[in-house]
């Protein structure tokens, strides 16, 4: 009796238990996905934010630079709120309204997100104010006019062409001021190394506006520089750095030439004095300091604090999942052991049953049914050939004994003398006994993969004359003609001859056998002026035989089972049509060992024609 399955190696459970990790696995890898992917897209958000507030503060700080008053800042406000999707308010420092792009009933966020001050800007909003804080775009009076503005354009123009003949490239930059000025490839103003044909100084002398203001700055930082100590010479230059750079860059480097001496915390003095004395003169010019308010102006990565409420929704539903998944596991793995179940069952049902399982899916398991079904039948045809087969070879080898032994017991008793007649009568007797042993011989030799080839090139239509030569007696005596066709293509040069005849690489013996038992089972089969064509062509990659007669044929119904063992047309066993049943099959055998097919096609009353295919070897 079979021993009970364990539960823990039952089909159903295991696929339960597959079931609830995959289910537990997949709500765990969605919550964890969840919240990665949504706390990315905040990040993300925040970023964009932050990059909005910066370009925001940027642009009002610009405007502020360039503009005396906030009176025109309203249209810019919009548009920036427009474009961002954000809420912008300006206040002044007391929160007395500037410009906002809501409505003035709506209230402001707390606190504001940075100040507007053009004098004392954020370090990052705008390139150039990393060090003093002042808007590089705060040019005041020392915006050109377009006078001034057009010649200096020109004299860049000059100096371009200057530094491009002496094989420096430069492009020309407008700064804020309205000052054209050269510019290389790495950034660096004037080039870099000017060139000594192109320092001539015209370039970088002030004009009458720039004069001017010098002037006035150099008056307002007058006295903060005489409180500082040490001689310090004047801001007013023959040359004065117009860029981004520090304006006390030019001063520090006129005071060397001077050969002025001053300590490190006197020049640190000296640029706040210069910094202060810049703002002093540019105040008139810029926009007073204001509040800049923005409705998304909290920038800190939010906290996900998960509530009750939402632990309790996200328990339901895993367990809602975990519960369907659980139903549905055992719904589907029921459906699949009931129709194992039946095959276990049917596969312990004692052998000569032969029982079959019913196929109620077209799934693998009805697949599985279904192979299972066509075992057992073959399985049931296999075991009434090997009766009937026992049976045969119990009834060829009873006819000869049988024959034989009557004979010698009457020439023993001295009925009958010896004489040669018997004698060659118990001798084709002997034959027909060895005849079947060695056709049994030869078929279990195959089945057991022993059957030993000794392979040579072999002509096909040598292999047919020999063929053809070797019965052709009996062929004559049966009143039956015997004729041979080769097909070969002239003109082309074989490997092996020069013709295209077909070769093979061929054990020549046993192909002698197999072409030979089918001529003589076209010869038993085929009536008085009947003929017999052995014919060989070329096809493709291989080597074609066919051996036609006009014989009786094989009915549509038998064609399956020609080259099974001990079949016959014949059903009444005699040997005088039927031989002993297994040249077919020893020629499907010898066939297959040497890597071909052999097929057959017949109809009743018109004959049948059997086709063997072989790698060509030629």
């Known amino acids: 009796m079979t021993r009970p399955i364990p539960l823990r190696k039952r089909l159903l459970v295991r696929l339960l238990i597959t079931s609830v990790l995959i289910a537990i696995c997949s709500v765990a890898a969605t919550a964890w996905l969840a919240v990665e992917t949504t706390t990315r897209a905040i990040q993300e958000e925040q970023g964009q934010v932050l990059t909005e507030d910066m370009d925001i503060l940027r642009q009002l700080s610009g405007y502020a630079a360039t503009h005396r008053d906030w009176s025109g800042v ?18 002044a420092p007391d929160r007395t309204p500037i410009a906002d792009s809501e409505t003035r009933d709506t209230a402001l966020p707390p606190r504001a997100a940075a100040a507007v001050d053009p004098l004392h800007t954020d370090t990052f909003t705008e390139p150039g104010a990393q060090r003093t804080g002042i808007d590089p775009r705060a040019v005041g009076p020392f915006r050109l006019p377009r006078a001034e503005r057009e010649r200096v354009r020109l004299l860049a123009e000059k100096r371009r062409a200057c530094f491009s003949i002496n094989g420096v490239e430069t492009t020309i930059t407008q700064m804020p001021s309205g000052r054209s000025v050269l510019v290389d490839e790495d950034g660096t103003v004037d080039g870099g190394q000017v060139p000594t044909p192109c320092a001539d100084g ?67 003095k000296a640029q706040e004095c210069v910094d202060r004395a810049r703002r002093q003169q540019l105040e008139p010019y810029v926009a007073p300091a204001a509040e800049l308010f923005l409705g998304r102006g909290d920038s800190a990565v939010p906290h996900f604090d998960m509530s009750a409420a939402n632990k309790a929704k996200v328990t339901g539903v895993a367990g809602l999942v975990l519960a369907l998944t659980v139903a549905v596991t055992v719904l589907v793995a029921t459906r699949l052991v009931r129709p194992l179940r039946a095959l276990t069952h049917a596969a312990q049902q004692p052998p000569e049953q032969h029982v079959r399982v019913p196929v109620t899916t077209q799934d693998e398991t009805g697949i599985l049914a279904v192979a299972f079904n066509d075992l057992a039948d073959r399985r049931e045809r296999m075991e ?60 279990a030799a195959a ?93 493709d990659d291989e080597v074609v035989f066919e051996v036609a007669d006009t014989g009786s044929g094989i009915a549509p119904e038998d064609l399956p089972s020609v080259f099974e063992r001990f079949w016959r047309a014949e059903k009444s066993r005699s040997r005088r049509t039927g031989g002993s049943g297994l040249g077919l099959s020893i020629v499907r055998q010898l066939v297959t060992a040497h890597g071909g097919t052999v097929t057959v096609t017949s109809e009743l009353g018109t004959g049948s024609v059997f086709t063997l295919r072989l790698p060509d070897a030629g």
């Not at 026992?390 to 009925?415: Q, Y």
């Not at 002239?490 to 061929?506: E, M, N």
Request: charged share 25%.
């Open 447 to 539: 089945d057991a993969g022993t059957l030993r080839l000794h392979r040579e090139p072999v002509r096909a239509d040598e292999l047919l004359e020999q063929v053809v030569a070797a019965h052709r007696v009996a062929a004559e005596a049966a009143g039956v003609r015997l004729h041979m066709s080769v097909a070969a293509s002239q003109g082309s040069q074989g490997s092996h001859g020069s013709d295209d005849t077909p070769w093979l690489d061929a054990d020549p013996v046993r192909m002698r056998q197999a072409l030979g038992n089918l001529v003589s089972n076209a010869i038993r089969h085929t009536p008085a002026d009947g003929t017999i064509t052995l014919s060989c062509r070329r096809q």
């Open 384 to 443: 009434a050939q090997r009766k009937a087969m026992v049976a045969d070879i119990a009834h060829e080898l009873r006819t000869p004994l049988t024959n034989i032994r009557g004979w010698l017991e009457v020439t023993r008793d001295g009925v009958v003398d010896p004489d040669p007649e018997l004698l060659a009568s118990l001798h084709d007797e002997a034959v027909v006994l060895q005849r079947v042993i060695d056709d049994l011989q030869d078929l």
């Open 74 to 91: 309203g249209k810019t406000v919009r548009a920036l709120s427009d474009r961002t999707g954000r809420r912008i308010a300006l206040t």
């Open 202 to 268: 015209v370039l970088n002398t002030p004009t009458v506006t720039e004069e001017k203001a010098l002037a006035e700055l150099n008056t307002y930082a007058g006295d903060c520089l005489k409180g500082v100590g040490g001689k310090f010479p004047s801001l007013f230059a023959a040359t004065v750095d117009f860029t981004d750079r520090s304006m006390l860059t030019r001063y520090l480097g006129r005071k060397a030439e001077t050969g002025i001496d001053t300590t490190r915390d006197q020049d640190k």
